[in-house]
């Protein structure tokens, strides 16, 4: 049976953790105030803060500034990204099922994504247009066309058949 408690963070009745996330007096309160779903958004906020701080975990300094972190985020006025963070917004869902399938326009059968690259059409999965080797330059001049390819669709097809 789960426990229960009023999250802090989220100000409602959630799915407390099952263990104290942190040592000392700063997990413990975490663990008797904070929700599982609170904790998930703080581990992403902290991957965050890492990243955009270079951070190295195991530096004692970089320790203490996400502890303090973390302490003004659920038990302060919240901790705040970096003043040139941007998050990034993406237009594709990470699952999709088959009515936003169509709603992207996103290939369902490998052999489609093979026939996007030779076309050289948007790439859904990657979210960037795909540039056949004809048109990838290097140092601004064109590859020589004497480099041998075999395209997608003949890679697939030699991999899984027709």
């Known amino acids: 049976m789960s ?12 799915e407390g953790l099952e263990r104290v996330p942190y040592p000392g007096e700063l997990g413990q309160r ?9 904790w998930q958004e703080w581990l992403r906020f902290q991957t965050m803060l890492i990243n955009e701080h270079r951070l190295t975990p195991v530096d004692p300094k ?8 973390m302490e003004q985020y659920f038990f302060g006025e919240g901790a705040k ?10 237009n594709t869902p990470t699952r999709l099922d088959s009515s936003s399938q169509a709603r992207f326009n996103t290939p369902s059968h490998p052999g489609q994504v093979a ?48």
């Open 3 to 14: 426990r229960t408690v009023h999250c802090i963070k989220l100000q409602r009745e959630s």
């Open 30 to 38: 975490i663990f008797d105030n904070v929700s599982k779903e609170a």
């Open 62 to 69: 970089a320790r203490q500034f996400l502890e303090q972190q």
């Open 81 to 90: 990204p970096p003043p040139d963070y941007t998050t990034r917004v993406t």
């Open 115 to 162: 026939q996007s690259v030779e076309q050289g059409t948007e790439n859904p999965r990657v979210g960037s247009s795909i540039l056949s080797l004809a048109t990838i330059q290097i140092n601004g001049l064109p590859l020589p066309a004497s480099i041998p390819t075999v395209s997608a669709t003949d890679r697939y097809q030699a991999n899984y058949g027709s």
